[in-house]
């Protein structure tokens, strides 16, 4: 405890390379007491969003030069946390590109949020319950303070403490709707998954640390754990930052607790915290944990496919749009781990080149979905706002009645659908250019496995696509299916603007992929010792062609002026010379001509995934359809039914959770027995005791 | 030669544990009352045995302590209330007499399976009256769990104390602090036990247990 | 030995024989919180004091800490109970000769507490204890109702068997010591012991220790034998309730751990850390379980506090520096918290008028500064960070998890199990629309931030000579 | 440099002039086989100049979503046909865009026919699109491990590499090739909406998929998604040409491109020969039988994949 009051050797360089993020974190903890302070003063709402946006913005860029700039990562110890080796506080190249992320969304975040919650109290807000909703404003800005903390925390202390300190915030923030029936179970079982994941971590910590004899996280580089406990460590890790990250069958929480909170908060949890997760798998089992074994790859791979597929078919199912987006974020996360196992498993051969592929798809996709996720979450938002209404069945037509959010919308639509040249494609591209070396492995059980990860891959990105053309055809096309969406008008200029950012980037990222690349590529070279254009051919920078994927490239920006130069023309051309002239008319829909009012005759959401349901939801879920048809001559409509069963619920959580009533049913007799009992039961103890004593000692 | 001393001691020693099983073998409170105020005689016979044999003069505190609260005045106090209260007289055991009896012998063997042992360097004596001290303990210990009226727990705790104090003489030079502290709790006891008895019969009309435990916290 | 120990058990004496005296109760309220701030000031002038030892007291660095703990949270209680009975006799639960009673035994419950913890002397040390128990026993039975009287009833009769028991268990440590010490003081003097505990009879000692264990084991509230605990938090007043969890609790675990430093410097006796492991894990299990099925408030954190008994009875049944500087921060942390719980459930149960829970809900939209207290408190006591609690449960579960890998999952179980409870209640509690009636709060919430804003530093920084004395008293428990 | 540009151009304008040859010519071909004489070879080009004549018809509540889909289906998938090699591999756009991203490209087309097929807000179009995401959830993997185990196999995923190395005959006759090569046609056939999967010529509502969608358009626009369907057959009937049989292809080294462009032309008649022969030879199957046929590709493609690694140390 000898450093305990005095600052580390490189205090002073240490404390310029970090002091920017730590001011910013004072800032935030400020803008939270202020919150409490002002809460009832008309413009706390600007000042606290528009403080938080303003600190996440200089985090964000100090993040970006520090990426650009390569500074080195110099430690600092702060006089707190566990007395006797005190808080640790590092900003390496990951620490950097992920806490550029996660604040990059805290400015969206804030923007969205600020015109959001006027728009909430304005009126529009009532009736969805957000009427009187608990406090946001002071745990918005410690919720990603503590998102902040856990990327800089150097200790499993500081790191521990931070994540749950996140876990906690984003709980309160989930509270504030607690007036909605859904809320508190939400609530509960998110908390309770998540400290059962800080459970896991810190058991994972605690082996490293033994192993080290030491809680920071230097000294756990030095000393390896044995393979034994190594391989306990990447299932903990598993466990825990899993949970967290909603990997299949511990995504449960999620579908529930990220739509329960306001929508700025789920887009923060759905689309950055998650990825405060896979940054803490990246932490430990590239950096901490020393050599990795193939295996451990394998096992990522796995939970990832199933994940990925899961997640999306999960989507499908989900008739509530911000439910939908939070099931999408499950198979996303998929994807991620996916490409995070086949960087660890070509980090384990000894291909470093190839593991850097796939660690810069894994961080690329966490930048898009960061970016898209957030999107369409501010988009569920708007909606929301517009409408009073999540459930997609009430929905429709909205892209009359909101144009800017509609282009927006499927701006993220498209983009989450991995559509060229959108950014979601430059992902999924990089992904399989990792995917089609697995013929480089030693592992026979490797190369066919990735093949199939692969199949995986593609099916689950196909899903998604069908599972953003319900969610946008539904909501935004055909014909209103309720008089609030038949009365929808645009959103505020601030939640635009909180669309508009995200969207722009996820052009700019899809046309010029490198420069994100080329930003994240320190800490891809920290990981896994390579970086994914070393030694690279011919390419000028526009050009994505990484080396290990021979001779493959990938030109976004000539995709799109290709695009430009074969549309603009056609268009030009046609109406010149063809013809240009239009005629409105009522859709004819094969002779069923005047459209109902009640637009009972549309697809609705359900209707639109049953082809999907029942090509894999009778086996996955055992989904069933059921159709109460009226008899001919009576005018009733006919009804659709579907039920459906999440496997997770069926054979993991209820018979948990049931096995814990039961126990707690048998358990709680002892508190209803007579004092006669109560002395019967000291005096088996004492005389058990006893009898041991006598036992032990003969 | 014969060890007088010795044998003086073992005998009230003995008494003492006697007693506690014919605590546990009475079914009538007086009879039960009568049987402790023995078993107090015979402790306080003990106590003075020791006093006088190791010449331990405080030891006589004891056992004049011993005589007067628990030998007589205790079972007095406990006699009038029982008479003020109108409590039936006799109460039926919660464990049957036999089981009693049968874990009763159990338990000594137990003790003395536990002390004997142990107490290799200690004087004869000392393991004696240790094991019987125990024994009587523990026998206390049963009778409070096999009788379901006030009273009768009140008196098998008193045998505990009992039992307490038989170790206590039993260990050559033990301060005097300890058997003061025993007077001293026994006595704060009883006047609890007797407020509570009072209390107990104020709000429930009856000393049985089973209608005072009718509430156990959330029975509402 | 210094002056300033005899004066922190004069103090408290003295007030409560002066305290019979006073007649107002208005007085007499603040009379007693004056005589705890003095006790406290007393005692915070021990920690300059050289450890040292008379044949009747002792002064350490173990019972230092504890002694001002005591005197601290006996100080912030008296203010909460200062400002909690006058609504308990407004509402005529109370009159002002029982307010009498109440004041001098809350004084001489102090003083029991205060002289078992510096207390040399095994005897005295248990005359303490009992001194403690029957003044608990009195006040728990306070409001003389049905419930009330049960619950006392129930404390009096297990806690004096466990007395008994751990009386038999002194005595038998005097009959192994006598041989080696002589007749006389001298073998019932702690620090003595402990200096010849090398030759005393290993056999004779594990038999007491198992004595003392279940005897003291009682009253920690360990399973099974905590039964008397919850009634008697739930039917006592509540400055009562808090302080039996706060205090009594820690002070009769405090006695078993000087007999287990006796055991552990003989070294031939058994290991005295199973069996405590044991009674620990199965205390966490049982109460965590029982919490899913509490209707009671107070009961229901009653039972919280027999779960943290439970986790610190593990730490120190595992030893070892960090376990053992992990269960003492817990021991702190707990008094602290679950003191500051009862505050606010105190002014939550006058507010509702009600101790069901189902009758106290959405306490942060009704009573926000309560609510988001009694949050914060539940939070902290849940082991969340970053509150006081994580840091003793982070160091107990990683330190577990490198000795004995089995035992610190169950440990986890456990701990996740209760956590499970704490959170399905307290968001009823605090969140949700309110129901049921609402009075305004009457008396201050100081108190429960005071201690609130302590825990969170704790959680935060921990000052250094506070860490090295914990490690001292860590490494003395060995 | 300067001749693949020019080479690109051809070919963007090739692919446009041949591709409602192709299908005039699978019409002629299933025509004769019925024994009926069958419309003229030219037939497609005076459908599609007769439709770029007329006016659009639009549906009350059509977004502008649904006016400027046409343009983005048919940019996306002629761009995607302009990818492919057909008489030579040395085209200015191939570094662009590899199998994948032309697999993207398509994906991108029927992403916003689907949208546009919600649109108006009929059950048809619903119908259309919701069949035609599940029919594209199968045959993307599908597609994918085809891609997969010809890349395992070339090492690349760039059409020109592709075809050179097949070229180079160092190949030789594979199991796994033949397997790819029956998925990719099975998926071929499923893409373009060709019987079994779905018939271009029905209007049976219940059966429909790909008519279910573009049920609503008129006029140009319906030109535009007929000619795209054409470009999209012929890009199909390229691809495979161009992995399974690139023979007569020119490359930037050697060959000449006018051969390259007879040997394609010959490739065609015969792709469309044998798809007349096919569809003429089967029935329509139900709609949720597609399910089973993709499956079968998707598996037969895996099974590619991995045969190659038995049949070669790969």
Redesign the interface.
């Known amino acids: 405890m000898g450093n305990i009051l005095t600052i580390s050797p490189h205090a002073f360089r240490g404390f310029v390379a970090v002091t920017v993020p730590l001011v910013a974190l004072l800032a935030l903890f400020a803008l939270a007491v202020v919150g409490v302070a002002a809460r009832r003063a008309p413009w706390v709402g600007s000042v606290v969003y528009g403080g938080t946006a303003t600190v996440c913005a200089v985090v964000a860029l100090w993040a970006g030069f520090a990426l650009a700039g390569r500074s080195g990562a110099e430690t600092i110890t702060l006089p707190m946390g566990l007395p006797w080796i005190g808080a640790h506080l590092r900003a390496d190249g990951l620490s950097a590109f992920f806490l550029l992320v996660v604040n990059f969304g805290g400015v969206t975040a804030s923007l969205f949020g600020w015109g959001y919650e006027r728009a909430q109290a304005g009126g529009h807000g009532s009736g969805h319950g957000h009427g009187d909703s608990g406090p946001v404003l002071p745990f918005f800005p410690l919720f990603l303070a503590g998102m902040s903390l856990v990327l800089l925390a150097d200790d499993a202390f500081t790191f521990l403490v931070s994540w749950e300190f996140m876990s906690l915030t984003s709980w309160l923030l989930v509270l504030s709707t607690h007036r909605e029936p859904d809320t508190s179970e939400a609530a509960r079982l998110y908390l309770i998954m998540a400290s059962a994941g800080t459970a896991c971590l810190l058991l994972a910590f605690g082996l490293l640390a033994s192993g080290a004899g030491d809680y920071q996280f230097d000294a756990i580089r030095q000393h390896a754990p044995t393979a034994g406990a190594a391989a306990m460590v990447v299932l903990l890790i598993l466990l825990g930052a899993g949970s967290k990250a909603g990997l299949v069958p511990l995504h449960v929480w999620l579908p529930l607790a990220h739509p329960a909170a306001p929508s700025h908060v789920s887009a923060l949890m759905s689309g950055v915290m998650t990825k405060v997760a896979i940054y803490a798998m990246v932490r430990v089992l590239f950096d901490l944990l020393g050599e990795p074994v193939w295996w451990w790859g394998g096992a990522l791979m796995i939970v990832g496919a199933v994940t990925a597929v899961m997640g999306v078919l999960y989507a499908l199912m989900q008739d509530d749009v911000k439910r939908l987006l939070a099931c999408s974020t499950i198979e996303n996360i998929g994807v991620i781990v996916i490409a995070l196992g086949l960087a660890l498993v070509f980090k384990a051969s000894h291909t470093p080149v190839i593991a850097a592929l796939a660690l810069s798809a894994a961080l690329l996709h966490v930048v898009n979905h960061s970016l898209f996720k957030s999107l369409l979450f501010f988009v569920a938002g708007a909606i929301l706002t517009a409408t009073g209404s999540r459930d997609l069945n009430r929905l429709g037509g909205l892209i009359h009645r909101m144009p800017v959010t509609a282009v927006l919308a499927l701006i993220g639509a498209a983009a989450i659908s991995a559509l060229p040249p959108l950014n979601g494609f430059v992902g999924e591209w990089l992904l399989f250019q990792a995917i089609l070396n697995a013929p480089a492995l030693p592992e026979w059980s490797l190369k066919i496995g990735i093949a199939v990860v692969g199949a995986a891959v593609a099916l689950a990105a196909a899903l998604a696509a069908a599972c953003f053309v319900r969610l946008y055809g539904i909501a935004f096309l055909g014909r209103p299916r309720s008089p609030e969406a038949a009365g929808a008008g645009e959103v505020g200029v601030a939640m635009q603007a909180g669309m508009m950012i995200p969207a722009v980037l996820c052009v700019v990222l899809g046309v010029l992929p490198t420069f994100v690349i080329r930003l994240f590529e320190p800490a891809v070279r920290a990981m896994v010792e390579a970086g994914p254009f070393d030694d690279r051919s011919y390419q000028p920078w526009i050009w994505l062609a990484p080396t290990s994927a021979i001779g493959n490239s990938y030109n976004g920006l000539i995709m799109l002026a290709a695009i430009a130069a074969l549309s603009i023309p056609l268009v030009l051309v046609i109406h010149r010379w063809a013809s240009d002239k239009v005629r409105w008319s009522i859709a004819w829909g094969c002779g069923h001509v005047e459209p109902d009012p009640t637009a009972l005759s549309q697809y609705s959401a359900s209707s639109f995934a049953q082809p999907i349901r029942r090509a894999f939801g009778g086996t996955v879920f055992n989904a069933q359809d059921r159709v109460e048809m009226p008899e001919p001559g009576d005018t009733r409509p006919a009804r659709l039914t579907v039920r459906w069963t999440d496997p997770a619920w069926a054979y993991l959580f209820t018979p948990i959770r049931s096995a814990v009533n039961w126990l707690a049913d048998r358990a709680d007799v002892l508190q209803f027995l007579t004092i006669r009992s109560y002395l019967t039961l000291m005096f088996t103890a004492l005389v058990v005791v006893l009898a041991l004593v006598a036992v032990v000692r003969s | 030669m014969i060890d007088i001393g010795y044998d003086a001691a073992h005998l009230l020693g003995a008494l003492v544990l006697l007693t506690s099983f014919a605590l546990l073998y009475q079914r009538r409170l007086f009879s039960l009352l009568n049987v402790f105020t023995v078993q107090a005689l015979a402790l306080s016979g003990a106590a003075a045995w020791q006093a006088y044999a190791h010449d331990e003069p405080h030891l006589y505190i004891t056992a004049i302590l011993t005589l007067g609260l628990k030998a007589i005045a205790i079972p007095v106090a406990l006699h009038r209330i029982i008479q003020r209260l109108h409590i039936e007289r006799t109460v039926e055991p919660a464990l049957g007499i036999g089981l009693t009896m049968v874990a009763g012998v159990s338990l000594v063997t137990l003790s003395i399976l536990l002390v004997l042992p142990v107490t290799e360097n200690a004087t004869a004596l000392t393991r004696e009256d240790l094991a019987l001290s125990l024994s009587v303990v523990l026998l206390g210990l049963l009778m409070m769990i096999s009788r379901r009226n006030a009273v009768s727990q009140v008196v098998g705790f008193m045998s505990i104390e009992n039992g307490l104090i038989l170790a206590a003489v039993g260990v050559a030079g033990m301060p005097l602090v300890v058997e003061m502290s025993i007077a001293f709790s026994v006595m704060v006891a009883f006047i609890i036990f007797g407020i509570f008895l009072f209390q107990i019969r104020e709000r429930f009309e009856t000393l049985d247990m089973r209608k005072i435990e009718s509430f156990r916290g959330e029975s509402d | 030995m210094t002056p300033a120990l005899p004066f922190v058990l004069i103090a408290p004496l003295v007030a409560a024989l002066l305290l019979v005296l006073v007649p107002n109760w208005r007085v007499a309220s603040w009379l007693n919180v004056g005589a705890c701030a003095v006790t406290l000031a007393a005692a915070l002038t021990l920690f300059t004091a050289k450890p040292a030892a008379t044949a009747m007291l002792v002064l350490d660095a173990f019972n230092v800490t504890l002694i001002a703990l005591t005197a601290f949270v006996g100080l912030t209680t008296s203010v909460f109970s200062a400002s909690y009975i006058g609504h308990e006799v407004a509402s005529g639960k109370l009159n002002p000769l029982r307010l009498r009673f109440y004041h001098a035994m809350y004084q001489a419950f102090l003083f029991t507490m205060l002289l078992a913890l510096s207390a040399n002397?095994l005897?005295?040390l248990?005359?303490a204890v009992?001194g403690a128990t029957?003044t608990t026993?009195?006040m728990v039975?306070l409001y003389?109702t049905?419930?009330s009287?049960?619950?006392?009833?129930?404390y009096?009769?297990?806690c004096?068997?466990?007395?008994?028991?751990a009386?038999?268990g002194?005595?038998?440590i005097?009959?192994a010591a006598?041989?080696v010490m002589?007749?006389?003081?001298a073998?019932?003097t702690w620090t003595r012991l402990l200096a010849d505990s090398a030759k005393i009879?290993p056999?004779?000692l594990?038999?007491a220790f198992?004595?003392l264990?279940?005897g003291y084991g009682?009253k920690v509230g360990l399973a099974?034998?905590h039964?008397?605990l919850?009634?008697a938090h739930?039917?006592g007043p509540t400055p009562i309730s808090a302080v039996l969890s706060g205090l009594l609790l820690n002070v009769a675990l405090y006695a078993v751990l000087r007999f287990k430093m006796l055991l552990a410097a003989n070294g031939a006796t058994?290991a005295p850390g199973p069996?405590m492991m044991v009674m620990g894990l199965s205390s966490l299990f049982?109460a965590g379980?029982?919490l899913?099925?509490?209707?009671?408030i107070k009961?229901f954190f009653a039972y919280s506090s027999i779960e943290h008994m439970g986790i610190i009875a593990f730490a120190f049944g595992i030893g070892g520096p960090l376990a053992n500087f992990a269960g003492l921060l817990h021991m702190a942390m707990h008094s602290l918290t679950k003191s500051a719980i009862f505050y606010a459930v105190g002014h939550a149960v006058q507010a509702k008028g009600t101790q069901?829970i189902d009758g106290i809900r959405g306490l942060?939209?009704s009573h926000p500064a309560l609510g988001w207290g009694l949050l914060a408190g539940v939070?902290a006591i849940a082991g969340?960070?970053?509150f006081g609690v994580?840091?003793s449960e982070?160091?107990l579960?990683?330190?577990?998890?490198?000795?004995q890998p089995l035992l610190?999952?169950v440990l986890?179980l456990g701990?996740?199990?209760a956590?499970?409870a704490l959170?399905?209640r307290v968001?009823?509690i605090c969140?949700?629309?309110p129901t049921g009636e609402s009075h305004p709060i009457h008396g201050t919430l100081a108190p429960l931030y005071a201690h609130l804003a302590l825990v969170l530093l704790a959680?935060?920084?921990?000052p250094?000579p506070l860490?090295?004395w914990f490690?001292t008293v860590a490494a003395m428990l060995g | 440099m300067i001749a693949s540009v020019i080479h690109q151009i051809v070919q963007m304008a090739l692919v446009l002039i041949l591709a409602p040859l192709l299908t005039g010519w699978v019409r002629l071909v299933k025509a004769r086989l019925l024994g009926r004489r069958g419309p003229s070879l030219l037939q497609p080009y005076r459908d599609l100049a007769r439709l770029l004549r007329k006016e659009v018809v639009l549906a009350n509540n059509a977004s502008w979503l649904f006016r400027s889909v046409p343009y983005v289906m048919f940019t996306a998938i002629w761009l995607a046909a302009g990818l492919v090699p057909v008489f030579t591999t040395d085209l200015a756009l191939a570094p662009t865009a590899d199998l994948i991203a032309l697999i993207a490209l398509l994906g991108t087309a029927r992403f916003f026919l689907a949208l546009a097929g919600m649109d108006t807000g009929t059950s048809f179009g619903g119908i259309g699109s919701s069949r035609e995401m599940m029919i594209a959830a199968l045959a993307e993997p599908a597609m994918l491990m085809v891609v997969f185990s010809v890349a395992v196999l070339v090492r690349t995923t760039s059409l020109a590499e592709i075809a050179t190395y097949m070229m180079g005959g160092t190949v030789g006759l594979r199991v796994s090739l033949a397997l790819a090569l029956i998925a990719l046609v099975m998926v071929a056939i499923a893409e373009n909406a060709r019987i079994p999967i779905d018939n271009p010529a029905t209007h049976l509502e219940l059966t429909m998929v790909h008519e279910a969608m573009v049920l609503e358009y008129s006029g140009r626009h319906l030109a535009l998604i007929e000619g795209a369907a054409m470009l999209k057959l012929l890009l199909y009937a390229a691809l495979i040409a161009c992995v399974f049989l690139p023979w007569g292809m020119a490359t930037p080294t050697h060959g000449n491109p006018l051969i390259g462009l007879l040997s394609f032309l010959a490739k065609l008649a015969a792709a469309g020969t044998a798809l007349a022969v096919f569809e003429t030879s089967i029935a329509k199957m139900r709609v949720f039988r597609v399910g089973e046929f993709l499956g079968g590709a998707l598996l037969l493609s895996l099974l590619g994949a991995i045969f190659l690694y038995v049949s070669r140390g790969v």
């Open positions: 002397n005897g005295v248990w005359v009992e029957l026993v009195l039975s003389r049905a419930a009287i049960e619950a006392a009833w129930k009096f009769i297990l004096g068997v466990g007395i008994a028991l009386l038999f002194t005595i038998l005097y009959l006598q041989p002589g007749p006389g003081l073998a019932m009879e056999n004779i594990n038999l198992v004595f264990l279940i009682t099974p034998l039964a008397w919850p009634d739930a039917e058994m069996l049982l379980l029982m899913y099925r509490r209707r009671d009961r069901k942060t939209v939070l969340l960070p970053p994580f840091m982070f160091l579960i990683t330190n577990t998890f490198a000795r610190a999952l986890v701990i996740l199990l956590f499970g959170v399905l968001q009823q969140f949700g629309a959680g935060l920084w921990l250094g860490v090295a490690q």
